[in-house]
């Protein structure tokens, strides 16, 4: 008998807090880290008579998402009451989106492994969020803060193949989001998580297999561990002649596996209903207009454009596209001084090992995009060489201050003075008679060693070309 061989299959249901001020049906403030309970109100609340208000701002971030990722939006979509009790949802229901939500069949695209992929989203969908319940040593706290605020749901078909594909699928979508503005994106705040669903079957198999879901994973490494663990979990089911249970497993990152949280038939009865308080949410075609012309370059085409526009590499522009505030910084750093592949370099080594060293995002970057442009002018017209040019960008970065006030305030001036340089010259040779000896007796390398000294007897300034020129002309005598 030769053993079945599995195929992974996976769908991610993604969660996504959306940047507002205020929260999805109310006013109350939406602050993370706020004091317990200060970002409540009596719709947070559940107070009887208190009704839900619409937040617009959430359906504007919800719309761009959309219109993002190909979606077709629904022009009139209803939000639905989705009951269960739980200490963290005083109204004992959560307004989500049910049967009819605001988009549906998006694709995101991304690469693995060089190898482009395409996943199809079944649904987009805005819901609030539940509070926090905080479990102490004797007792158990409720956090309700978190309660109301606005998040999307996106669902993808199950069309993932395995861990990492998985994993670079939620990368992709969390630079999306930030790309977009619509939210931080922050995992470790619980900004983004997701549900990962995974079920196996046999390869050539078309039909699906029972599949598990891991709940509430916050971080990349995580989805991918959990996955990877879930996978190898049924395989060993499937190949003992088991049956894989379809239940909600929760992943316990510490012990590096998961345990079983509720089998299908413990699964809730939600009772979905639409929601009386609120209305259908009807979009116009002028509010997809004006979201549709407020939508940013996104990052794919900005990647295929940067390539074409600057002649850098496919790997470059991923680099430049991580940040749509970093690519922002490049191009006007580029377009300030006209070769963009040295400014690819530039911004590659010098100003993201500064940034990651104190843990910046470009934003709070001391140094303007002008600033790095002037720097390499100096280059280009020989006032400073290369290599003062990264100490004088270390200097920008610590001070803030132009390239220009650096350069004169510390007497970084490259010397193309030959009169300078051959007097340096001269002592390096009258003092090393021995070396200039071996040289003169055909150990032509020790010249390397005089323009050292030339050097550091100008303190680096001395140009390069010029010393060797001159140590070759006076050796040679
Ligand atoms: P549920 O009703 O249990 O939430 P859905 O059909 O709504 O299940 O799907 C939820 C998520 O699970 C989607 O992302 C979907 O792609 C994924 N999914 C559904 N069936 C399977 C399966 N057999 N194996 C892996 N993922 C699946
Ligand atoms: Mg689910």
Redesign the pocket.
């Known amino acids: 008998m030769t053993a079945t061989k599995w195929e992974a299959?996976?769908?991610?249901?993604c969660h996504v807090q959306l940047a507002t001020e205020t929260k999805a049906f109310s006013a109350s403030a939406s602050i993370y880290g706020a004091p317990p309970n200060s970002c409540t109100d009596p719709t947070v609340l559940g107070l009887p008579g208190a009704l839900p208000v619409v937040n617009r701002r959430q359906i504007e971030l919800a719309l761009t998402l959309g219109l993002a990722t190909g979606s077709t939006l629904r022009r009139r979509s209803r939000f639905s009451r989705k009951h269960y009790f739980y200490p963290d949802l005083p109204k004992g229901y959560q307004i989500s989106q049910f049967d009819e939500p605001l988009c549906e069949h998006g694709t995101v695209e991304f690469v693995v492994d060089g190898v482009p992929r395409s996943v199809r989203l079944?649904r987009i969908h805005l819901e609030e969020d539940a509070g926090k319940n905080l479990h102490r040593a004797k007792r158990s706290l409720v956090d309700l803060n978190r309660a109301g605020v606005p998040l999307v749901e996106i669902?993808?078909?199950?069309?993932l193949r395995s861990a990492e594909e998985a994993g670079e699928y939620m990368r992709t979508l969390r630079q999306l989001v930030r790309w977009l503005g619509i939210s931080d994106g922050n995992m470790e705040e619980g900004s983004l998580r997701c549900?990962a669903?995974?079920?196996l079957r046999p390869v050539g198999a078309t039909t699906?297999?029972?599949?598990a879901?891991l709940k509430n994973i916050n971080s990349f490494k995580f989805v991918e561990r959990a996955i990877e663990h879930e996978i190898a979990r049924q395989t060993a089911i499937l190949d003992a002649g088991g049956r894989v249970v379809q239940e909600s497993r929760l992943w316990d990152a510490d012990a590096g596996t998961s345990h079983a949280m509720r089998s299908k038939e413990e699964a809730h009865d939600y009772r979905y209903l639409p929601d009386p308080d609120l209305p259908p949410l009807v979009i116009d075609e002028e509010w997809i207009d004006r979201a549709r012309a407020a939508l940013p370059e996104l990052p794919t085409a900005r990647r295929q454009r940067l390539v074409a526009e600057y002649g850098l590499t496919v790997a470059d522009a991923r680099v430049l596209t991580e940040e749509r505030a970093l690519a922002d910084w490049f191009e006007a750093a580029a377009r300030a001084h006209g070769d963009g592949k040295r400014v690819s370099n530039w911004v590659q080594s010098e100003l993201l090992r500064e940034l990651n060293r104190d843990a910046r995002t470009i934003d709070a970057c001391p140094i303007r995009p002008e600033a790095l442009a002037a720097l390499l002018r100096l280059i280009d017209d020989g006032t400073i060489s290369g290599k003062i040019a990264k100490e004088v960008f270390t200097k920008m970065y610590a001070s803030g201050d132009a390239p220009g006030v650096i350069v004169e305030r510390e007497g970084l001036v490259q010397v193309t003075d030959t009169s300078a340089i051959e007097t340096a010259a001269r002592a390096a040779i009258d003092a090393n008679p021995k070396q200039a000896e071996q040289y003169r007796a055909g150990k032509t390398q020790m010249i390397g060693f005089f323009v050292g000294q030339v050097m550091k007897a100008t303190g680096g300034k001395a140009n390069p070309a010029a010393v060797n020129e001159v140590l070759a002309r006076l050796l040679g005598a």
């Open positions: 299959v996976i769908g991610l249901e079944t669902v993808s078909e199950p069309e549900d669903n995974v079920s699906l297999g029972t599949k879901e």
